[in-house]
């Protein structure tokens, strides 16, 4: 069974500080890794993902991944209040002709203003 | 608008009583699939089709059914409902190309209660 684990929170953290958020996946032959934020009550929203080790860059958003530890994080600088939502680290499932995403189940996090 | 549109957004049905949540998208892919959310178990995959008439189980798939008879539609039936099956559902969609593996859109969910 292919599993990805992520810290349940609540991860607190003041406004404009970085969060960090962090996730493991078992399956070596994991390709490619995507981060979701989740408001209450809507839908995944994707805004990130990342396929190669080390680090990946959108605006306040950095991607990061170590194959070798199996090991993928998400840092958001210059939190926002409106950056609060649960976040899903996923990972495609592709092996064996498969497809979809194996998700975590989420990491809450609050910024405090 | 690119998106994927899921009918109905709230249902409550009875047990026994067949019924089709619909999924359309807009944006050409080939690929979708079909999740539910539950509190303390998170996302998992129920079906996945990679293109029209090819579709295959996720990791729930007990109690439902698919079909992809058109590229845009992934309707997800479910023959004879039952209280186990109340969860929030998702219809999603991704493209392909380049050996890239993209990420799901999703819908905007399916509140499913079965009573």
């Known amino acids: 069974q292919k599993e990805v684990e992520q810290n349940s929170g609540p991860l607190s953290v003041p406004e404009g500080a970085i969060a960090s958020l962090n996730c493991t996946y078992s399956?070596?032959?994991?390709?490619?890794f995507f981060w979701y934020r989740q408001y209450s009550g809507k839908s995944p929203e994707l805004i990130m993902f990342i396929y190669s080790n080390g680090d990946k860059e959108d605006g306040r958003f950095t991607a990061q991944l170590n194959k070798a530890s199996q090991y993928v994080s998400l840092l958001i600088r210059d939190s926002q209040p409106s950056d609060s939502a649960t976040y899903l680290c996923a990972v495609n499932r592709g092996g064996g002709g498969a497809d979809g995403l194996t998700f975590g189940k989420g990491t809450h996090l609050i910024i405090q203003p | 608008e690119a998106q994927v549109t899921q009918n109905p957004r709230y249902l409550i049905t009875v047990t026994g009583k067949k019924l089709t949540v619909t999924c359309s998208q807009n944006?050409?892919?080939?690929?979708m699939s079909w999740y539910r959310q539950d509190p303390g178990l998170g996302l998992r995959q129920i079906y996945y089709s990679m293109n029209v008439e090819v579709t295959d189980k996720g990791d729930v798939p007990e109690g439902y059914k698919v079909s992809r008879k058109e590229k845009r539609n992934f309707p997800l039936i479910l023959e004879s409902p039952s209280p186990n099956q109340t969860s929030l559902y998702f219809c999603?969609?991704?493209?392909?190309?380049?050996?890239?593996?993209?990420?799901?859109?999703f819908g905007s969910g399916t509140r499913l209660t079965v009573v």
């Open positions: 944006m050409n892919h080939e690929y």
């Open positions: 399956d070596r032959g994991s390709q490619s």
């Open positions: 999603a969609s991704r493209r392909t190309g380049g050996g890239v593996v993209y990420g799901y859109t």
